[in-house]
């Protein structure tokens, strides 16, 4: 599993359990998060860039969600569901050094580890959606 995996597969563990259970002290919560991991906490810095990411874009991130998800209200959207979406959304719309497709991709495959088999065609539905108004090429990184 590479690194960069690893390391969306702790975005989305943290972002389950901040949106059951938030705090008022992100600094802390991650300090005790990664402790509970083997590798140094240097490991783990591209998660904390998502992390911090996805949280101080909370509210347009979700609005991301909020206009693609037809037919489901937000509040029914399974929360590891909706964290995969908060990751992948972020990546989308602030990442512009990791192509599209990878974000895309790599939600899916999250999606199979941590959800149920329909979650993926909701996840992806989503996600495609907001990759065609991107204006940028959908398989390589962004040149800025």
Do not use: C
């Amino acid at each position: 599993m590479s690194v960069r995996r690893e390391n969306r597969m702790a975005v989305v563990q943290f972002l389950y359990m901040w949106e059951i259970n938030p705090s008022e002290d992100l600094a802390k919560e991650l300090l005790r998060f990664f402790s509970e991991y083997d590798q140094p906490r240097g490991y783990f810095a591209f998660a904390e860039e998502l992390i911090h990411g996805v949280l101080q874009r909370l509210e347009s991130v979700d609005s991301e969600i909020k206009v693609y998800a037809q037919n489901w209200s937000f509040g029914r959207i399974a929360k590891i569901d909706l964290a995969i979406l908060r990751m992948a959304i972020f990546e989308l719309l602030n990442r512009s050094d990791i192509p599209p497709v990878v974000s895309i991709n790599e939600a899916i495959e999250l999606s199979k580890v941590f959800s149920n088999e329909d979650a993926k065609r909701f996840i992806n539905g989503i996600l495609d959606k907001v990759a065609e108004k991107l204006q940028r090429p959908l398989r390589q990184p962004a040149v800025d």
